[in-house]
């Protein structure tokens, strides 16, 4: 479906919108620390909601818009007691549906309710991993998980990575899957269009001097000639595991599988 079809013409809600600075990879320094950002076009912050402020409180979806700063698309929802929020867009959410967030509610897109009453094998997105802590989980752009059990005081949730987790069942939810689903096969198409979103140009590690980069060297185009890629300061790159042991670890129960 065409995106015309989706979006609502209408300008953002003023009142949501935020500055947003620019750092172009710079840290507080003023020293360049991510390589490769820098310019882009001037976008604003949306104030969006992840969490239940309004529990309890219907509200009516009055517009789908576009967010410059995620991948997702958001909805203004505006609440019985006239105030506006932006909420992520479900997939599948139109202009005139009505929805709310309340501890047991009807199974609904868009409809926020706790784990512990949303029945088994429904796709739920926005997820808290504490309770009262607001949405942490699944919001990127046709991203969903499934729930899969309940055992106790936890409910079992798969991953859109296959990973099987424990979430407290007190924890919130908002049925249905993330809105734009494909923007995975979306294409940029030119250069300049990826300088508009704040990327600068990357010269391959192959194309440089043994002194600056550790796959640098050789003639013509040959392989790096390590184990395996490096970063240009001689770390090891792609693949390697960063994340560190944290706390919420033990609720896992099945690892996400190798990428091939």
């Known amino acids: 479906m065409?995106?015309?079809?989706?979006?609502?013409?209408?300008?953002?809600?003023?009142?949501?919108?935020?500055?947003l600075k620019k750092r172009a990879?710079?840290?507080?320094?003023?020293?360049?620390?991510?390589?490769?950002?820098?310019?882009?076009?001037?976008?604003?912050?949306?104030?969006?909601d992840f969490g239940q402020e309004k529990l309890g409180i219907p509200g009516k979806v009055i517009a789908i818009e576009y967010d410059p700063n995620r991948s997702a698309f958001i909805a203004l929802i505006e609440y019985q007691d006239g105030e506006r929020r932006y909420r992520l867009a479900p997939k599948d959410l139109k202009v005139g549906d009505e929805i709310i967030c309340q501890e047991i509610t009807e199974i609904k897109i868009g409809n926020r309710m706790k784990l512990k009453n949303i029945p088994v094998g429904t796709q739920v997105y926005n997820i808290e991993l504490e309770?009262?802590?607001g949405g942490k989980l699944i919001r990127s752009a046709g991203t969903s998980a499934k729930v899969l059990a309940k055992e106790g005081e936890?409910?079992?949730?798969?991953?859109?990575?296959?990973?099987?987790?424990?979430?407290?069942?007190?924890?919130?939810?908002?049925?249905?899957?993330?809105?734009?689903?494909?923007?995975?096969?979306?294409?940029?198409?030119?250069?300049?269009?990826?300088?508009?979103?704040?990327?600068?140009?990357?010269?391959?590690?192959?194309?440089?001097?043994?002194?600056?980069?550790?796959?640098?060297?050789?003639?013509?185009?040959?392989t790096i000639g390590l184990k395996g890629p490096k970063?240009?300061?001689?770390?090891p790159a792609l693949g390697v595991k960063t994340r560190k042991r944290k706390w919420a670890d033990k609720?896992?129960?099945?690892?996400?599988g190798r990428k091939r």
């Open 2 to 19: 065409k995106l015309t079809k989706i979006l609502t013409k209408k300008k953002p809600e003023k009142r949501l919108l935020l500055p």
């Open 25 to 48: 990879g710079r840290g507080v320094t003023g020293r360049i620390t991510v390589r490769h950002r820098g310019r882009g076009v001037k976008r604003l912050y949306r104030i969006v």
């Open 131 to 133: 309770p009262g802590k």
């Open 154 to 222: 936890f409910a079992h949730l798969e991953m859109p990575s296959k990973e099987i987790r424990k979430i407290s069942a007190e924890c919130f939810a908002s049925i249905g899957q993330v809105s734009h689903p494909g923007k995975r096969f979306e294409k940029i198409g030119k250069a300049g269009r990826r300088r508009l979103k704040g990327w600068r140009p990357a010269v391959r590690g192959t194309a440089m001097n043994p002194p600056d980069h550790p796959h640098g060297g050789g003639e013509g185009k040959t």
């Open 231 to 235: 970063t240009p300061w001689g770390k």
């Open 251 to 256: 609720y896992i129960i099945k690892r996400r």
